[in-house]
């Protein structure tokens, strides 16, 4: 079981940055794949960025492509938090974005659809002023 809790939103103008951090609660956090998604009203959930462990001490990042560049996610094992760090934002970057956490293969990429996480936080609000 993992409990996850988003902090880090607010309000950030076009070309500023947000730093969101997600904090794991248990004591396998480590064994867990990590993703960061988005939701505006009306639509989908959209994967934005995920962590996953190779099996060894590497880990492999992924990004959906519009955020490549811009954002980047990180996770600190020992202090069990997941971070994505946003810069440029734009308008369209506002949503309310969640973590997420599940475990997967390491022999496969990550997924990006929502249905295959299996805990999430309550989601921080980001909005991006033109």
């Known amino acids: 079981q993992v409990q996850l809790e988003e902090s880090g939103g607010g309000l950030a103008q076009a070309g500023g940055s947000l730093r969101l951090s997600c904090a794991a609660s248990?004591?396998?956090?480590?064994?867990?794949?990590m993703g960061w998604f988005r939701q505006v009203p009306g639509k989908e959930r959209e994967f934005v960025a995920g962590?996953?462990?190779?099996?060894?001490?590497?880990?492999?990042?992924y990004y959906l492509d519009s955020v490549k560049g811009r954002f980047t996610i990180s996770r600190d094992n020992a202090e069990n938090t997941v971070d994505l760090q946003m810069n440029n934002l734009k308008p369209e970057d506002t949503a309310v974005y969640y973590c997420a956490a599940g475990r997967f293969s390491p022999m496969k990429p990550l997924p990006r659809s929502d249905r295959e996480y299996n805990y999430w936080g309550q989601g921080t609000q980001v909005t991006v002023s033109s």
């Open positions: 248990g004591r396998t956090f480590s064994t867990y794949a």
């Open positions: 962590i996953k462990s190779s099996g060894g001490r590497l880990y492999y990042t």
